[in-house]
């Protein structure tokens, strides 16, 4: 498939070509019609019948028929006739033009003959030098100006194309940073010269990631904001329930225990928004160290194993040769943790959860894959389990204590590491995350 720079180029190169080779053509073909002969045969023949008929002039009305025959001669043709009386005078006093031509050695033709009064006079003919080949008529000619026309317009054709697709590939290199996450890329300064619609457009994309980024900012702001008012009632309500059970309150128990449990999933919503704002926050530093993927999977799976009911398969694990990779472990281990946490927590108890690592060399890439055996995800929410706080059934996230921020947690942790993210339901039932992660390409 060409791409628009070619598609332009090709399109004004190809158009400008075949116009001047339809314009060459018919000028070639009329001309060959109206001419007998070569040009510079007929400009020949034209020279001697102007010579017979100042000779004519010169017998019959003197030198003034003479002059006056010569100024009726077009300007161009009387360019190559000089005629020069016996005192060596030029008839309309161009003495100058024809001893330059002598003294470039132009080559031209003389005739002497004499008026009615037996007075000498000689006619100076210049023989007129045939067309280059750029501009002969003919095949070879027209080629010629096809191939001189085909590279100029070549070369128009390539800036005015290269003109309107280089700022293109500005706005596609400034959107894929945005998609990425990054709302500070602007493109106008980039093309400051121009004012034209492109131009515009680039303004006003600027002004919409400029809009992007603000809403962005307020609702991170927001978020912040929000989880950290909450922790302050959050902190007194669990002295205050610690209180009452010392009080002895024997009689409200239960509904303490109900207050300390919904106390508890408040809190973990609220450690979980403020995890994800972390994770996304293109402001907060990542570390960067060198670590070994096979290892810290093995840690991850023996931490998580560990919660698993005696007697239950768990995560089943098979640990490869030693993976290198350049990374932040912190953000890498949360991110994981996350998907092997609700893979467990919607699988079949008996089935436990798979998880796989796969490094590519060929393509300088390794590949995590996490496995349930659960119900699955419905197709058409598949890429939605990704958003924050986004529940495919809210009646059973709310059973299992979910708050919806797992996935995108660990979908934000990935994308920093420059890897991708994808779920899809298996064969035989349950869903299937993978990870996409770059082994020689630099975080984001």
Not at 2 to 12: A, D, I, N, P, R
Not at 179 to 205: C, H, N, W, Y
Not at 252 to 259: G, N, P, T, V, Y
Not at 368 to 397: H, M, N, T, W
Request: net charge negative.
């Amino acid at each position: 498939m060409l791409s628009l720079f070619w598609k332009l180029f090709l399109t004004m190169w190809l158009s400008i070509v075949g116009f001047s080779a339809t314009i060459g053509w018919l000028n070639d073909k009329l001309a060959r019609e109206q001419w007998a002969e070569e040009p510079a045969n007929t400009f020949s023949r034209g020279i001697i019948r102007i010579t017979q008929r100042a000779q004519q002039a010169l017998l019959m009305e003197g030198r003034k028929g003479l002059r006056d025959e010569l100024l009726n001669i077009p300007r161009m043709t009387r360019s190559h006739i000089y005629i020069v009386d016996g005192e060596g005078s030029e008839m309309l006093g161009r003495d100058g033009a024809l001893e330059q031509l002598v003294d470039r050695g132009t080559a031209m033709d003389t005739v002497d003959f004499q008026d009615a009064e037996g007075r000498n006079y000689t006619i100076f003919t210049v023989n007129r030098t045939p067309p280059a080949t750029l501009l002969a008529p003919g095949p070879q000619g027209t080629a010629l100006r096809l191939v001189a026309a085909a590279v100029i317009s070549a070369l128009i054709s390539y800036f005015l194309a290269r003109s309107l697709v280089t700022p293109l590939e500005e706005l596609r290199r400034a959107s894929r940073k945005i998609a990425a996450g990054d709302l500070a890329t602007r493109v106008s300064k980039t093309m400051p010269g121009r004012q034209d619609e492109i131009g515009q457009l680039a303004t006003d994309f600027d002004v919409m990631t400029s809009r992007l980024q603000a809403m962005q900012q307020a609702n991170q702001r927001l978020m912040q904001d929000v989880s950290h008012e909450l922790r302050s009632p959050l902190a007194r309500l669990s002295v205050a329930l610690e209180i009452a059970r010392k009080k002895g309150a024997g009689e409200i128990q239960s509904e303490i225990d109900r207050i300390a449990l919904e106390s508890e999933r408040l809190e973990s919503l609220v450690n979980d928004v403020l995890g994800m704002l972390r994770e996304s926050s293109e402001t907060v530093a990542k570390s960067d160290e060198k670590l070994d993927l096979s290892v810290l999977l093995s840690d991850l799976v023996e931490v998580v194993n560990y919660e698993v009911p005696e007697g239950k398969p768990g995560i089943s694990w098979q640990p490869p040769a030693a993976c290198e990779f350049q990374g932040d472990r912190e953000l890498l281990w949360r991110a994981m943790e996350n998907l092997l946490r609700n893979a467990l927590r919607y699988t079949d108890p008996d089935k436990g959860v798979k998880l796989d690592l796969v490094v590519n060399r060929r393509k300088s890439s390794v590949l995590l894959r996490v496995r349930d055996f659960g119900c699955g995800v419905p197709e058409a929410e598949l890429e939605k389990i990704f958003e924050p706080f986004y529940r495919v059934q809210e009646s059973r996230d709310r059973g299992t204590g979910g708050h919806g921020l797992g996935l995108s947690i660990a979908a934000n942790a990935v994308q920093r590491h420059g890897g991708s993210i994808a779920a899809e339901n298996a064969e035989g039932g349950g869903l299937v995350v993978s990870i996409n992660l770059p082994l020689d390409q630099a975080p984001v």
